[in-house]
């Protein structure tokens, strides 16, 4: 009867969700609360975000969205279970895109 109270009880406070990693979209759980997508040229990488000093998501301010940063390209952050699949976030890219092109148009 206690054995059924304690587990009962028992409850995870530990807060991670599984990203794609590498080439082959593997599964990975992460400790972290953030999944990336990073593409710089033509190179793209699927990780896990790191904790604390080490989240780049955090470091950037990037939640659930995408950004270019200077020297790392382009970084997609995003908070829900596998969400940094092959399909993530390309109306955000095009978007990014139209006001480089309306610059080139006016500017040029």
Partial sequence: MSTL????????????IQCYSGSQL????????????Q??????????DGTGVSSICQTYQIFDS????????????????????SNMNKGNILMSLIPLLIGVIFFV
């Fill in 5 to 16: 109270f304690l587990v009962g009880l028992e409850k995870k406070y530990v807060s991670a």
């Fill in 26 to 37: 593997q599964m990975i759980e992460c400790p972290s609360m953030s999944c990336i997508k």
């Fill in 39 to 48: 593409t710089l040229g033509l190179d793209t990488v699927r990780y896990c």
């Fill in 66 to 85: 995408c950004s270019n940063i200077p020297n790392l390209g382009y970084i997609c952050c995003c908070s829900s279970g596998l969400c940094n699949s």
